[in-house]
């Protein structure tokens, strides 16, 4: 189980998995009930490595990172909501950590291969294309 806090500390979030479907809940620590639940009818078998999970600056966003058999998948959902705002599947990639970041109003997340580490990012909205924003030559590879 991998948990976060929103930047105010109002909401706590958790990715889990039941039944081998993943979700994503939240939870108002105001009120100590639940704030939604957003399901993900991605692989039906374990993820590789542990999933990643950070919120938008504005608190309203959070989104989950994944990778499985060399895809990224990333979902990005409402916390209010519990909607499911966009998702992305990068094939044939392979990421540096499972960690994804907050950069502006984007998501970040790197790659690498075995000369290269790929900066990416991806923007908040439903359908925002994952991009290259930056290529990092691997010391001594050069």
């Known amino acids: 189980m991998v948990l976060v806090f929103s930047l105010d500390s109002r909401i706590?979030?958790?990715v889990g998995d039941r039944?081998?479907?993943l979700f994503v809940v939240s939870w108002d620590l105001q009120t100590c009930g639940v704030a939604s639940v957003v399901g993900w009818d991605g692989p039906t078998q374990?993820?590789?490595g542990i999933p990643?999970?950070?919120?938008?600056?504005?608190?309203?966003?959070?989104?989950?990172?994944?990778?499985?058999?060399?895809?990224?998948t990333i979902l990005i959902s409402d916390v209010a909501s519990g909607v499911?705002?966009?998702?992305?599947?990068?094939?044939?990639?392979?990421?540096?950590?499972?960690?994804?970041w907050t950069y502006r109003g984007s998501l970040r997340f790197a790659?690498?291969?075995?000369?290269?580490i790929t900066?990416?990012?991806?923007g908040l909205t439903s359908g925002a294309t994952p991009?290259?924003?930056?290529?990092?030559?691997?010391?001594g590879r050069v």
């Open 12 to 14: 706590l979030s958790s």
């Open 52 to 72: 990643s999970i950070t919120y938008s600056v504005n608190g309203r966003i959070v989104t989950f990172f994944y990778w499985y058999h060399a895809n990224i």
């Open 46 to 48: 374990k993820v590789a």
């Open 84 to 100: 499911r705002v966009d998702s992305h599947s990068i094939k044939g990639v392979i990421p540096l950590s499972n960690d994804i």
């Open 19 to 21: 039944d081998r479907y």
């Open 131 to 139: 991009t290259e924003v930056e290529t990092l030559p691997i010391p």
């Open 111 to 116: 790659t690498a291969d075995a000369t290269t």
């Open 119 to 122: 900066i990416w990012e991806v």
